[in-house]
């Protein structure tokens, strides 16, 4: 039966788990294909088999990704030679020898790089582990830095082992972790923002691409969230805060008033009803549909998700177990991604 919205389920059940009778071939199927690249039909079998939950326990393991992703050693020979390399460029006697040295190190750099996106793809192939993996990957889409700016594979594994260490932790605690990332620090020019300058980049990446969505915050909010940033520093892939160069007085932020660091303007921004709703947004045009949902459906899974504190293991299980995941009309009609197409195969 339809509703008046023309979803097959309603409000009231669609964030409510399938019911044990519905859990078939069919779903089965719909469910590996959606979750990870593709569904075999031995693993289809086996999931019919295990039952829904015993099958998301068995695609999202506890340890999928304790010991960060995978370096292959390209990435491991310039993490020991870039200190060196370094100290070359910078004492090089003159600019032909400068030059020479920087077109070594872009050169490693990008080989590097190349050969890191390639061992990523190859682990994510793995059948055991491709849901973990494409589930990094919705999450690096959010939390994104760019190689095109950040260049060195070291910052860049750095921040792929923060996002997959923390994959299912609370989303705040992963937010405040990426907002300590080098990578995301060069990415977003917090290494430039200091109280005399504050640059805007990372306030307005937090809530428009991180936690809130575009509508629910305005330019002063923006503005004062980047004071609250400044001193955010990077230095030999490490962070530490500049308290020379952070603002220290009142900002006002949403609404409220405080001498605000860093990690409390990323707390207010989850006080914000529009916190709960943003993630699940994303996963259901990551994940199920390109069809703009009615924004009830998503003020009910954010009520349920931030009830238990925005755990993302949580928001996992309530999403790929609801009655909406399965609704008919998000079935057989999912068009891959060259990068899932590719794994998949």
């Known amino acids: 039966m339809s509703n008046n919205n023309g979803l097959s389920v309603s409000v009231e059940n669609a964030w409510k788990p399938l019911p044990a009778s519905e859990w078939n071939e069919e779903n089965a199927r719909h469910l590996l294909n959606r979750v990870g690249w593709t569904a075999s039909p031995n693993r289809v079998?086996?999931?019919?088999?295990?039952?829904?939950?015993?099958?998301?326990?068995n695609v999202f393991p506890l340890d999928a990704m304790t010991n960060g992703i995978t370096r292959p050693p390209s990435v491991v020979k310039f993490e020991y030679e870039e200190s060196q390399l370094q100290s070359s460029l910078k004492n090089a006697g003159t600019p032909e020898d400068r030059a020479k040295i920087r077109r070594e190190i872009q050169n490693k750099e990008r080989n590097a790089i190349q050969d890191l996106a390639m061992q990523w793809i190859t682990d994510a192939s793995n059948t055991n582990k491709s849901a973990f993996y494409k589930w990094?990957?919705?999450?690096?889409?959010?939390?994104?830095?760019?190689?095109d700016k950040v260049r060195n594979p070291t910052l860049i594994c750095q921040h792929f082992d923060i996002i997959s260490r923390n994959a299912y932790v609370k989303a705040p605690s992963l937010t405040k972790r990426i907002s300590r990332s080098p990578a995301m620090i060069q990415y977003l020019d917090l290494n430039s923002s200091d109280k005399r300058a504050p640059n805007e980049n990372f306030a307005r990446e937090l809530f428009e691409l991180f936690v809130l969505g575009e509508g629910n915050y305005n330019e002063k909010d923006i503005k004062e969230a980047a004071k609250s940033f400044t001193g955010y520093k990077s230095?030999?892939?490490?962070?530490?805060?500049?308290?020379?160069?952070?603002d220290f007085g009142i900002k006002n932020i949403f609404?409220?008033?405080g001498q605000f660091h860093g990690d409390d303007v990323i707390d207010l921004a989850y006080k914000q009803p529009a916190a709960g709703r943003f993630i699940p947004h994303e996963m259901l045009k990551y994940y199920l549909t390109d069809i703009d949902v009615p924004i009830e459906y998503l003020d009910a899974i954010g009520k349920e998700w931030s009830s238990k504190e925005y755990s993302l293991r949580y928001l996992l299980g309530l999403f790929f177990s609801s009655n909406f995941f399965?609704?008919?009309?998000f079935k057989n009609n999912y068009i891959k991604s060259p990068i899932q197409f590719y794994c998949g195969l």
């Not at 959010?142 to 190689?147: D, E, K, L, M, S």
């Not at 399965?326 to 009309?329: L, P």
Request: aromatic share 12%; charged share 20%.
């Open 235 to 246: 230095k030999q892939h490490e962070f530490y805060v500049n308290n020379q160069q952070h």
């Open 326 to 329: 399965y609704a008919k009309e």
């Open 45 to 57: 079998k086996q999931a019919v088999q295990d039952g829904l939950i015993k099958t998301l326990e």
């Open 136 to 147: 990094v990957l919705f999450l690096s889409d959010v939390y994104v830095v760019g190689a």
């Open 255 to 257: 609404n409220v008033s």
